[in-house]
């Protein structure tokens, strides 16, 4: 199929204009009539909204560092101590979600700079302070990740964009008609194939678009260690996966609950609580989202 070796042929030079690839992909998918998987490439396109959830392969690292006087010094480029400060708030200074397009991410890894800042408001500054020695004080505060990290961003996504396309490429001959291509298309498990491209095994991914989600995980049967990891990926609390635990050790499912495939009264009760705290945004999920997810992953650890 033509616009399928374009594509393998963009990912594979030497220098790949991976926008360009994305823009064939989106074509290829509208073909193939699977626009459920098209958010994933608009996202990486355009950038992602703050209120979305970014894959894992953009979260990285960050480091904290200020400028510090006191009466006798003052140091550029310190590291600031963060044990004092809360764990949540610490935690997003300490990791870097990276929303922008490709092409921004992309502009950011040529750039002359092998480090990539961004300003720490002035109100956190006392705060930041108290973890310093007696006397200094900080005046102007950053987070800061290597360049090196948004290169490893964009390896990522031309290899696992290649995969995808090279997986496709065994399904469809040359001079195809679009009816044809369509008709191949319908019998293919594209979402299968394209999170196993993007994303492995065991690994949590939300696609389509924001009025329907999919969610898909892998390989968590009977393994609670691999469903809480599935849960921390959704800012699930440490407190309501052990509570979690201990709902599905009070409700044991029974043979006739296996058959009916229903949930226990504790996971039922468990489940409700998480609700309501999406609806209240004290767990930072959309409804929608949180009650297919959930039910998606307790499915997957039952095996049903």
Excluded at 32 to 61: F, H, Q, S
Excluded at 188 to 207: E, Y
Aim: charged share 25%.
């Amino acid at each position: 199929m033509k616009l399928i070796d374009e594509i393998i042929e963009i990912l594979s030079s030497e220098k790949p204009n991976l926008i360009n690839a994305l823009i064939k992909t989106k074509l290829l998918l509208h073909k193939l009539d699977k626009k459920e998987l098209i958010e994933w490439v608009n996202n990486e396109i355009n950038g992602y909204a703050e209120n979305m959830e970014v894959p894992p392969y953009r979260v990285v690292n960050a480091q904290v560092l200020a400028n510090i006087v006191n009466i006798a010094y003052h140091i550029n480029g310190h590291p600031i101590p963060l044990a004092h400060l809360n764990p949540e708030y610490g935690e997003s200074l300490e990791i870097a979600k990276l929303r922008q397009s490709l092409g921004v991410l992309e502009e950011f890894a040529v750039g002359d700079n092998n480090r990539i800042q961004s300003p720490i408001p002035m109100d956190a500054n006392p705060l930041l302070s108290k973890g310093l020695a007696s006397g200094f004080k900080v005046q102007r505060a950053w987070c800061e990740i290597s360049t090196t990290e948004i290169t490893q961003i964009l390896i990522k996504v031309r290899s696992t964009l290649l995969d995808f396309i090279l997986m496709l490429s065994d399904k469809f001959g040359d001079d195809l008609s679009d009816k044809e291509v369509m008709d191949i298309g319908r019998t293919l498990d594209m979402q299968s194939m394209f999170r196993n491209a993007m994303f492995g095994d065991n690994t949590t991914i939300l696609v389509g678009n924001h009025s329907k989600q999919f969610v898909t995980i892998q390989n968590i049967k009977n393994d609670f260690h691999s469903l809480a990891e599935v849960l921390r990926t959704h800012h699930v609390s440490e407190l309501d996966i052990q509570e979690l635990e201990s709902s599905i050790d009070n409700d044991r499912p029974t043979t006739d609950n296996a058959t009916k495939k229903e949930f226990g009264p504790s996971v039922k009760a468990w489940l409700k609580t998480m609700l309501s705290k999406a609806v209240d945004a004290s767990w930072q999920i959309e409804i929608g989202i949180a009650s297919n997810f959930l039910a998606e992953a307790l499915k997957k650890y039952y095996g049903w």
